[in-house]
RNA sequence: GGGAGAGUCGCAUAGUGGCAAUUGCAACAGACUGUAAAUCUGUCCUCUUCGGAGUUCGGUGGUUCGAGUCCACCCUCUCCCA
């Protein structure tokens, strides 16, 4: 994997940049959506490719190793082959749901014993068995194992979790350094800063995951409920000390107005489930506000989705048809607001892209951050 | 004409003497940040200073401290027999 700026904007830290993998380049800063099982829920891969101009989306170890399991991802030639995406992803290690699973795991120095969400059944998690597992599922970018602590977090569990971490990390720098990949194509290991929200923890934390030189750099933990402010504090932080030759991954994040203000921080990857789980509530994500479709005040707007939306179905439908396919509970509602919050993110990490290039990204941005959190 | 049954907040339902009254749907609003989410929460008779207050269960009377609930008559609807 390498790993180019084209650019840095003057007056903040926000970089262009372009990460080749081995399943194609991608211009960063990007969004990664999100595909847990391996598909993007009520998207087609045609649809991420052509229409909304995805580069890389992501798939999670914990799900695709409980379903459809290994053996059928390893028969099926990996995970791009299987999910007829054949683009660059990248795999997230488990280490979310050892958070969002709070009550179904258990956390030991070895690893985490979870009960599956599924069946119940019991499954243990090592850093050893998920660099393996992430092998096998085959991604070009697999994340370390860690713990995504919970908002608030005592100092005292956020340090030992920490160190936790970082003895995993350890584990999982080794066990990838001794293996290789399944189907013969390189993959990235990317380390991940946690530490909650205390600036000590996450600068030791940067240092650590920094010194060992990883293709890329990941920031855990955040956006688990803490005040914005804070979460642009620690990231700004991190992104002062994490090498600036390498790409630069905020996990979980989120809001189009926190992806600007990150970008303009130093974050080059960004995912979250935001567009795809809040479309298919009925919200939507323009360049002119956010819309709840659901609202009476739609049920006769028969204006375009989008007007400056650059998907087919900003072009294609109505607002008052889509409040009423939602209302009617049709299948083509969700489908319509995940391509549309899809498309409109990976628009703006674009636009952000061309910005930083062109050298105005502040002031766009600034102007840009009104616009997307007003409320229609 | 005879017999049986039913009328409850938009619709459908629960309720058999202490009830502003169950549940589902619909409606309306909100939440959602490395997806246990096509999910969840709230409101949903009227007014409210959110403590309450006022009017309700087809209609009119009655019994009772108290009636959606018991009684009488009336109205409407459904089914069965002619």
């Known amino acids: 994997m390498t790993f180019s700026i084209a650019a840095i904007s003057n007056n903040s830290n926000a970089r262009a940049g372009s990460l080749t993998t081995s399943h194609g380049t991608i211009h960063t800063p990007i969004f ?10 009520a998207v087609h891969s045609p649809e991420l490719i052509n229409d909304i101009k995805a580069q890389i989306i992501l798939g999670n170890t914990y799900h695709l190793y409980l379903r459809p399991g290994l053996d059928v991802i390893k028969q099926a030639g990996g995970i791009q082959k299987f999910n007829a995406w054949n683009k660059p992803m990248l795999t997230d290690s488990g280490g979310y749901q050892v958070y969002s699973l ?30 393996d597992i992430e092998r096998t599922i085959g991604a070009d970018i697999i994340m370390a194992f860690d713990e995504c602590t919970p ?25 990838i350094s001794e293996t290789d990949s399944v189907y013969g194509y390189d993959q990235s290991l990317f380390p991940i800063v946690q530490g909650s929200v205390y600036s000590d923890l ?26 914005i402010e804070k ?13 600036k030759d390498k790409p630069r991954y905020l996990m ?6 926190n992806i600007l203000e990150c970008i303009d921080l130093g974050i080059d990857m960004f995912d979250c489930v935001m567009p795809t789980r809040n479309g298919r509530n009925g919200m939507l994500f323009t360049s002119e506000g956010i819309i709840n479709i659901k609202n009476e005040k739609f049920k006769t707007d028969f204006s375009l989705l989008d007007l400056n939306g650059t998907s087919f179905v900003d072009k294609t439908y109505t607002k008052a048809y889509l409040r009423h396919l939602f209302n009617s509970h049709e299948i083509l509602a969700l489908q319509i607001a995940s391509i549309h919050n899809l498309a409109f993110y990976l628009w703006l990490v674009g636009e952000a892209r061309r910005h930083i290039i062109e050298g105005d990204f502040k002031v766009w941005k600034t102007a840009m951050v009104k616009k997307v959190t007003t409320r229609l």
């Open 202 to 227: 996450r600068r030791q934390s940067c240092e650590t995951i920094a010194s060992y030189d990883c293709d890329g750099n990941a920031i855990g933990g955040l956006s688990v409920g803490e005040p």
């Open 231 to 243: 979460m642009y504090e620690l990231t700004e932080l991190c992104c002062s000390i994490l090498p």
């Open 252 to 257: 979980g994040v989120g809001t189009p107005a």
């Open 151 to 175: 908002y608030p977090c005592e100092y005292d569990y956020a340090k030992k979790s920490l160190h936790l971490t970082h003895k995993w990390l350890e584990r999982c720098y080794k066990r």
């Open 102 to 131: 709070g009550d179904r795991r258990k956390i030991t120095e070895e690893g985490v014993i979870f009960r599956s969400h599924i069946d119940g059944s019991r499954h243990e998690f090592t850093p050893e068995k998920v660099m």
């Open 32 to 41: 990664m959506p999100v595909g847990t099982v391996g598909s993007v829920k």
